[in-house]
């Protein structure tokens, strides 16, 4: 098949995925659509566990030579709890649901690399496995690909995501971390509710959760290296429901965001210290709940160059991608996989999540071919390493 069409295979569903978004863990009609593309075009779909989503594999598939080098691609493709506002003539067609993050384009983009690398498949030099992972938003669909143990043979893994801070045909490259690991709180401040008019006869939860609010904001000021970033985020406070009733308790939610794992686990323990000190103080309690997201994502510099010297091969233009505390679940493939995440270049739009959000699709074939061309690379990158005996 020329190339030709598979460019248009990949601009089209682009368009579908587009008008038809779906969310986190409800990926069924986008599962079978790149179900259906593959299949149409023999590409093996592995079997898993995942009720959403799927794993593909081009390579030496289902023959006995598991010592070849193993690369995966991911792209996440569910959406977002947004009414869209783009006035795009392919917009979305549900009201409240979009694709604001650009999963859409990662998704197509992958697709079209997974077309691509078929043609090539009998001179690849190893397999390539294409995870297209749900629910990246939710977050944690990192997660269920993972416990699918469809990743064990993997050597290096690549994702990529939509920037509105590149132009078309430029890519984002960083080592180290590009997106932070994502922490949440929920602390609830329990006193003893009484009369407003008798303060004396119960404990007022109120002054303590201000308090502590206040006091949060000195574990970034005060406890934090100034040279590494991180962040406390207080987005939720909730306590009493009158004017004239002290309430029982009080909650105060949020979250905490770092670039290093030793921040991160600093932030924790000053935030829980200075809750249960500052509640006991004032004769109430602190009760919390710590609900740990992603890690910071964790690109490997020798990835990296490799990912820089196939963007050049392909000339595209690399710009280093600012680290944003923001969160990204890719990184749960990093904790244990070398790679890189890579941004893509969508032309200047609104920021994801925003209604208004939209990606040039003139991007989506360049960033499939850059696909190919990356796991192309990991690959005969992976053999020389082996063959010299250091990697
Ligand atoms: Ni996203």
Redesign the pocket.
């Known amino acids: 098949m020329a190339q030709q069409e598979e460019e248009k295979i990949v601009q089209e569903t682009f368009r579908w995925l587009h008008r038809h978004p779906e969310l986190s863990y409800e990926e069924v009609e986008t599962t079978k659509r790149v179900r259906e593309v593959l299949q149409e075009h023999d590409v093996t779909v592995l079997d898993s566990s995942l009720q959403t989503g799927l794993v593909a594999e081009v390579g030496a598939a289902g023959s006995a030579d598991t010592e070849g080098p193993v690369v995966a691609l991911r792209a996440?493709i569910d959406a977002l709890p947004v009414t869209e506002e783009t006035g795009l003539p392919y917009a979305s067609e549900i009201p409240g649901r979009m694709h604001a993050?650009?999963?859409d384009f990662?998704t197509s983009a992958l697709l079209g690399a997974a077309l691509l690398l078929k043609q090539k498949e009998a001179a690849l030099p190893g397999r390539v496995k294409l995870v297209f992972q749900p629910a990246?938003?939710a977050p944690g669909g990192a997660k269920k690909v993972l416990e699918t143990g469809l990743l064990g043979d993997v050597d290096a893994m690549f994702g990529l995501?939509?920037s509105p801070l590149f132009p078309v045909g430029t890519l984002g490259l960083r080592a180290g971390a590009v997106t932070a690991s994502v922490d949440r709180f929920q602390i609830t401040f329990r006193g003893k509710g009484t009369h407003a008019a008798h303060p004396d006869a119960g404990i007022d939860p109120i002054p303590a959760a201000a308090a502590f609010i206040q006091a949060a904001q000195t574990i970034v000021s005060r406890n934090l290296n100034p040279f590494a970033p991180g962040l406390v985020s207080i987005t939720h406070v909730e306590g009493g429901n009158t004017w004239n009733v002290i309430p029982e308790t009080v909650l105060v939610e949020g979250t905490t965001r770092s670039l290093g794992k030793e921040e991160r686990q600093l932030i924790r323990e000053n935030l829980c210290r200075l809750a249960e000190r500052i509640a006991e103080g004032h004769g109430s309690q602190a009760e919390i709940d710590w609900y740990e997201g992603p890690p910071a994502t964790d690109n490997t510099p020798e990835w990296v160059e490799v990912a820089q010297k196939v963007a050049e091969q392909q000339s595209l233009s690399v710009a280093e991608a600012p680290a944003s505390l923001g969160g990204?679940d890719f990184a749960y493939y990093q904790e244990t996989l070398p790679g890189v995440f890579v941004l893509v270049g969508t032309g200047h739009s609104y920021s994801?999540h925003n209604p208004k959000f939209q990606v040039d699709p003139a991007a989506l074939w360049p960033a499939a071919q850059y696909l190919v061309g990356l796991a192309e690379a990991a690959l005969q990158h992976i053999l020389k390493g082996k063959a010299g005996g250091a990697k």
């Open positions: 996440d993050c650009g999963h990662h990246e938003e995501h939509v990204e994801n």
